[in-house]
């Protein structure tokens, strides 16, 4: 599940590395009436600061639309550029360029092609994957640098593809040989098990909330309405809690890869918990968003696994502190109070407590299960195992069933050397983010093939023994395949 996201302001650890990189060509930039060169590469940064406060938002489904001049933006894809486009780059003089940014830095790019007249900006935004629009056909070429901020700006943030890996065998080798593995999940790895993906409108958890009469169904993980009433979240808590202690084979799979003794870390953006029961280790895991595996009272932070809860969850009841509860007895000698949840202004639905109300008695909290709400900080383990653990150790990257649009996650193949190989493992591939190999289709069936062809035994009763996977090529896309189960 990967709705909880850093709140808007919200900064992990991990903007620091990004900024630098940033910095590193701030100083020739932003001198308003400059030259062509400055302007442009002032407005570079300017594009790259509203990529990033639209990618914390949360949603990503804005991440494309931030100006007019993005929303007219035509895409030229590489394999276009190689059979050959009117005007536009060839695929190795584009190649070049994109090396040349990513060698020199955004200011000495622009310097020395702009600067000195060696290409115009109309072309030269296609060498970073940008068409220019119709309706600047007739226009002078300063018309084009904005345009060619934003393609550059792009560009810039964007780890460039490794061209060495394309292929099912590249994949099956890397996950051979490479010894440190991180691996990314989000909310595609559960759905097998019928665990919703809050994102997806269609999975009915959205109609249901609208008879608990919310605006957004986001307010549901908004920590504000948890602390006025927490009813509310405890009333769909039940819904999101796996109901068995099952995992899915992608869920297998990443046991498998701790079993090799390959499993650096998995990242993972579900708050399900259901790494636990697949038997990956806590040491290994990173909840992004925190998890139902043990939780907190709101007043006195006593902590509990979310096991000791769960049957109240289940049965849709609000559970309330058993230390609070302690204390309270000894401390007043008042019985134990059923009921109460310490949010005052919410007790007109308790009917048989009503009384007490103008009492002020003690309540005791209620447990909240430890799964970052919206308006919270996500667990600090993020940004310091990612920087301080894994970075130089890692030595692949899979990511498997999340579009990887939402913090912190989102930041992490960002962040990870340029160098390492990073695998795409979903039902539908992204465009913002560039990986090396993209594995297409339900990720179940796409690890059983992986480790079929790796000679690893992943058993799980979902995987039939006798299936078939036939693997198909994508058009245009060396590294792109299709994944599909024969007969199915
Ligand atoms: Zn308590």
Request: aromatic residues 6%.
């Amino acid at each position: 599940m990967d709705f909880v996201s850093a709140p808007s302001g919200e900064s992990s650890s991990l903007k620091n590395p990004v900024l630098e990189v940033e910095a590193v060509d701030m100083t020739s930039a932003g001198v308003k009436g400059g030259t062509a060169t400055e302007n442009i590469t002032a407005a570079t940064e300017e594009a790259a600061q509203s990529e990033d406060e639209t990618d914390s938002d949360g949603s990503g489904d804005d991440w494309e639309s931030q100006s007019l001049y993005e929303d007219a933006i035509q895409v030229v894809r590489d394999e276009q550029l190689r059979d050959g486009v009117p005007d536009a780059c060839t695929l190795e003089e584009a190649i070049a360029y994109r090396r040349r940014l990513h060698d020199i830095g955004k200011a000495a790019f622009v310097e020395e092609t702009i600067g000195r007249d060696t290409v115009t900006a109309k072309k030269l935004c296609t060498a970073f994957g940008i068409l220019p629009p119709a309706f600047l056909d007739d226009a002078p070429d300063e018309a084009f640098h904005p345009l060619l901020a934003i393609a550059i700006s792009r560009e810039f943030q964007k780890r460039p593809k490794l061209p060495q890996y394309n292929t099912i065998d590249d994949a099956v080798k890397l996950l051979q040989e490479s010894k440190n593995i991180v691996v990314l999940t989000g909310a595609g790895i559960s759905t097998s098990l019928g665990i919703p993906d809050f994102r997806s409108k269609d999975t009915g958890l959205y109609s249901q909330l609208a008879h608990l009469g919310l605006s957004d169904p986001q307010e549901v993980f908004d920590i504000h309405v948890f602390r006025e009433d927490p009813s509310i979240f405890f009333s769909i808590a039940k819904d999101i809690l796996p109901t068995e202690k099952k995992f899915s084979p992608t869920h297998a799979f990443i046991r498998l890869l701790q079993d090799k003794g390959k499993l650096l870390t998995n990242y993972t953006q579900n708050i399900d918990n259901i790494e636990a029961n697949a038997g990956v280790l806590p040491e290994n895991i990173v909840q992004c968003h925190g998890s139902f595996a043990t939780a907190t009272c709101v007043k006195c932070d006593y902590k509990v696994s979310g096991d000791d809860i769960f049957d109240e969850i289940k049965k849709g009841a609000i559970p309330v502190c058993a230390s609070c509860r302690k204390s309270i007895a000894e401390d007043s000698g008042v019985k134990r109070k059923r009921s109460s949840n310490g949010a005052h202004k919410n007790r007109k639905d308790n009917d048989g407590d009503s009384s007490d109300e103008d009492y002020e008695i003690p309540t005791p909290g209620v447990m909240k299960p430890d799964i970052t709400f919206f308006g919270e900080d996500l667990p600090d383990e993020f940004g310091h195992r990612l920087l301080h653990h894994d970075r130089d150790r890692v030595d692949l990257v899979i990511v498997i069933g999340t579009s990887l649009k939402v913090a912190p996650v989102a930041e992490v193949p960002g962040v990870l050397p340029r160098t390492v190989p990073q695998i795409y493992i979903s039902r539908t591939p992204v465009s913002h983010t560039e990986f090396d190999i993209d594995l297409l289709g339900d990720c179940d069936v796409v690890v059983s093939e992986l480790c079929r062809r790796a000679g690893w035994e992943l058993k799980h009763e979902m995987i039939p023994a006798d299936e078939k996977v036939e693997v198909l090529p994508v058009e245009d896309y060396e590294s792109r395949h299709v994944f599909k189960v024969v007969g199915a």
